[in-house]
């Protein structure tokens, strides 16, 4: 990258893309910003037709362990705040970093294409851009993953994706496919709306209370000493299992085939509410759809009209060749693309805590390593050698579920830790 190089090209203008503006803004490095919607915010707006988000939707984090770094949400904002709260913070944030005339709305990548130091980018609208980097900030909730069941099936069937409202279970006999927190979130509205509910889990997961002794569950899991990760997951374990909890077992339901912090946390007990009180029942993974009915493995039907697969996302980047899929990228620090020396990744990975504070550590370890392109090779050329074959441990050591979801996952202080060093390496502090 040269000083007279064209601009760094952010696709997508949600939380992660507004943090790498921010971090190229601040040190002088051109930008420009692109969004397939009507403004900014990503998936947390609403009204955008293509956005997974649903009235009942909340953070799972808490609002002061949430917020951007120098950014934090409001004082009058509930602990779990509401996806049009989310909504009004994030354009809060581009506002007050000066953003929210500076992206592109509208704007849809259909190919970026790498070609000699530069990269070749078209547009839906047929225009063509040429950028010095790409920065990929689109998320990861766009592209559906529906599983393959035996069998047809007489009902009405959407994904997780598409649902909106509560309203479409009135009257109706629906199932849920799926557990996690979309999931779990749309069981509970099925069990309010719906004339039976059902949820179906293909194996035995933790439940997590959103308050612990009255705190919000974060805060309580950040306000003790840090422990070693065999004795986290004991303490935590003891704690959900034996006191807050219980035995999953009384609800029905199977009991974890995995220790509480090995997979990404259920932050919903409510679901436990509406099973103890007959509004929900739970059913094994489906083995086959037979017209009006679904078999389930344990072998019992159930008339369904309505299925709901909250059964994930694939990562998909169609304006990339050979990117995403059902395959996993390889990227260095799940942030940078091990050949492509200016593509990097924002907001791929997973973690168990608040995200929002680590895109932006990702957004200045991006823009220090673009900027030391150009002004510090030395310091460029030893991230790159460490860029091209360098695996650092980012789980802390803990063995995650082996899934395509778990395979993004971080610790969110080990991933912390990993990309202030990074910072550091290239001369600077954060």
Request: charged share 25%; with cysteine.
């Amino acid at each position: 990258m040269r000083p007279d190089s064209p601009p760094v090209g952010i696709i997508g203008a949600g939380p992660a893309g507004l943090c790498a503006a921010i971090a190229l803004k601040a040190r002088g490095i051109p930008f420009e910003i692109v969004d397939a919607g009507h403004g900014v915010g990503g998936i947390w707006d609403i009204d955008r037709p293509e956005t997974p988000m649903y009235e009942a939707a909340h953070f799972i984090s808490s609002r002061s362990q949430s917020g951007f770094p120098g950014f934090p949400m409001p004082d009058d904002y509930p602990d779990y705040p509401r996806h049009d709260q989310i909504l009004r913070y994030i354009r809060a944030y581009a506002d007050h970093h000066g953003l929210t005339d500076r992206v592109e709305t509208r704007t849809v990548v259909t190919r970026a294409s790498p070609a000699g130091d530069r990269w070749q980018v078209a547009l839906a609208s047929g225009e063509s851009r040429e950028w010095s980097g790409v920065i990929v900030a689109t998320g990861t909730t766009w592209h559906p993953n529906l599983p393959r069941v035996p069998g047809t099936f007489d009902g009405a069937q959407l994904h997780a994706f598409s649902f909106r409202s509560p309203e479409i279970f009135r009257g109706k006999r629906v199932l849920i496919v799926g557990g996690g927190n979309s999931g779990a979130d749309i069981a509970c509205e099925a069990a309010r709306h719906a004339s039976k509910a059902f949820i179906s889990l293909r194996r035995g997961y933790h439940f997590v209370p959103k308050y612990i002794f009255g705190q919000p569950a974060d805060v309580f899991a950040h306000a003790g000493p840090p422990l070693p990760t065999w004795l986290e997951e004991k303490v935590f374990g003891f704690l959900i299992n034996r006191i807050l909890v219980g035995d999953l077992s009384r609800y029905g339901l199977p009991r974890p085939d995995h220790a509480i912090l090995r997979s990404h946390p259920i932050m919903n007990t409510q679901v436990l509410h509406y099973l103890g009180h007959g509004d929900l029942a739970y059913r094994p993974d489906v083995a086959e759809l037979r017209g009006s009915h679904v078999r389930f493995v344990d072998g019992r039907e159930e008339a369904i009209d309505l299925i709901v697969w909250a059964t994930g996302y694939r990562r998909r980047f169609p304006f990339l060749e050979d990117a995403g899929g059902d395959q996993k990228l390889d990227l260095y620090l799940e942030l940078f693309h091990r050949a492509q020396r200016t593509l990097a990744f924002m907001g791929l990975f997973e973690t168990d805590g608040a995200a929002y504070e680590l895109f932006g550590l990702q957004g200045e370890l991006v823009a220090a390593y673009f900027d030391a392109q150009r002004t510090n090779p030395d310091a460029a050329a030893r991230f790159d050698a460490a860029r091209a074959t360098g695996r650092p441990d980012l789980r802390g050591g803990r063995a995650y579920l082996d899934s395509l979801r778990h395979a993004y996952y971080v610790r969110s202080d080990v991933y912390r830790k990993a990309l202030t060093a990074g910072c550091r390496d290239l001369g600077i502090r954060s």
